[in-house]
């Protein structure tokens, strides 16, 4: 089994930073290409950030030049840094990862969820 654990979400004020982290672990080998979503309440699940396994991205146009989406293959771990928040940056960001297993298999997982919350 494949779990991702996220952490770093928080308050901030309006133009501040966070950095969100988005951990494997499990019976793993690596991780191969990973997204962040968000869901603001009553609104849908927006894809917000993806890295591929050559470490490619791709952003969504609204967080385009504020966020910018890492990894770090050793630790199993990816990274949304997350700069001159916006209140309507409030969301819950969830971790979504192809993750390659010891046995060679893939596995899709999502995290559980870290709430960010950006006041005026």
């Known amino acids: 089994q494949a779990q991702l654990v996220e952490s770093g979400g928080g308050l901030v004020q309006a133009g501040g930073s966070l950095r969100l982290s988005c951990a494997a672990s499990g019976s793993i080998s690596s991780i191969d290409a990973a997204r962040w979503y968000r869901q603001a309440p009553g609104k849908q699940r927006e894809l917000v950030a993806v890295i591929t396994r050559s470490s490619s991205t791709n952003y969504a146009d609204s967080v385009k030049g504020r966020f910018t989406i890492s990894r770090n293959n050793a630790k199993n771990t990816v990274y949304l840094q997350m700069n001159s928040l916006k209140p309507e940056d409030t969301a819950v960001y969830y971790c979504?990862?192809?993750?390659?297993?010891?046995?060679?298999?893939?596995?899709?997982?999502w995290g559980q969820g870290t709430q960010v919350t950006v006041s005026s």
């Open positions: 979504y990862a192809d993750i390659i297993m010891l046995g060679g298999s893939l596995v899709t997982s």
